[in-house]
């Protein structure tokens, strides 16, 4: 074979090997949309890695993740969901609460979608049923709003004598009205008013602090929102400093200095929602996938709080609490 009838053989494999290369299917990209910040989130990051992991997926070795971080500006997000659209993931993963779950939606609906924690899933029209979602969303409901009349119990047994409930809401929470319905609803049967206090930024939160103090509240319910968890270290400072017992719906709060919380753990969220991306990237479709839900809860009790706040906590809830902060 002469140098001319070489160099036309060669050229003929790198003709057909080009398109064989252009057809070898890229590793998956997830796009990660989340309401926070990545630094106050880094745990439920490592969740999500984990639980990728056990579905067989490793970022930056058969997967990426391209992620989108809101800050607390809920106004971002339906720009960060169309960006990850045009980017052209293969999948959605939707963080920390409602609002970013609706967004991704709104920017597309043949992508598939998994939310980590949205409460009323069926409620904010992001699936048909939680049993048979439909369309291209599904993913993890933490049972938030149901387990309202348990923490209400659990706030009347932490102050037996408490007339009034102070509940601490965001108005740009898409969740806050039946917040609000399911609290009052629990209230009204145990003879307690609720006042309702709102809150959306800094400055709006310690004024509804001010609000709280002047209301004379008892006691003091923290209403489900991305933004409250952002701001948990300052809101447990808040209530320490207004002398007001507080219950809230994850342990996080309880670690910043909180007293009791009583609800899911986002770190199993976050890995469950990993295994329905991993499912998902394997071929399954969303609408194949029931909505999951919590299958246990847990009680976390700060004996250090409570004890700054001058309160005892009764014995039916230390012999039930899953954790106990000393």
Do not use: C
């Not at 590793?27 to 990660?32: A, C, D, Q, S, T």
């Not at 270290?233 to 670690?255: F, H």
């Not at 998902?280 to 996938?289: E, F, H, R, V, Y």
């Amino acid at each position: 074979m002469n140098r001319r009838e070489l160099l036309v053989l060669v050229g003929s494999v790198m003709a057909v090997a080009r398109p064989l290369r252009a057809q070898q299917k890229a590793i998956p990209l997830i796009g990660w949309l989340h309401t926070l910040s990545a630094e106050r989130s880094a745990a439920v990051i490592a969740a999500f890695r984990d639980g990728l992991r056990e579905a067989g997926y490793i970022d930056r070795r058969n997967v990426a993740i391209e992620y989108r971080w809101a800050e607390g500006q809920y106004d971002r997000l339906p720009e960060l969901a169309s960006d990850l659209v045009a980017r052209g993931v293969d999948v959605i993963v939707a963080g920390a609460g409602t609002v970013s779950a609706v967004a991704a939606k709104k920017a597309t609906s043949t992508i598939p979608i998994v939310f980590a924690v949205v409460s009323d899933p069926v409620g904010d029209g992001l699936v048909a049923s939680l049993a048979r979602p439909g369309g291209n969303v599904t993913g993890f409901s933490p049972f938030s709003l149901q387990l309202t009349a348990k923490r209400l119990e659990m706030l009347s047994d932490l102050q037996p004598q408490a007339r009034t409930i102070a509940l601490l809401v965001n108005p740009k929470q898409p969740l806050t009205p039946r917040i609000i319905n399911y609290v009052q609803a629990a209230a009204g049967p145990k003879g307690l008013s609720v006042h309702i206090t709102n809150a959306s930024d800094e400055r709006e939160l310690d004024a509804a602090f001010s609000a709280i103090a002047q209301s004379h509240a008892d006691a003091l319910f923290v209403g489900s929102d991305p933004f409250f968890y952002n701001r948990r270290q300052e809101i447990a400072a808040l209530t320490l400093r207004a002398g007001i017992p507080a219950i809230y719906e994850l342990r996080e709060y309880v670690a910043a200095g909180g007293l009791v919380s009583y609800g899911t753990r986002l770190d199993d969220a976050y890995r469950q929602t990993a295994g329905y991306v991993g499912r998902i990237l394997a071929g399954t479709k969303p609408s194949d996938l029931p909505v999951q839900e919590p299958t246990r809860f847990e009680l976390v009790v700060n004996l250090k709080t409570a004890e700054a706040l001058g309160i005892k906590i009764p014995p039916s809830i230390l012999a039930r609490a899953d954790e106990v902060i000393e």
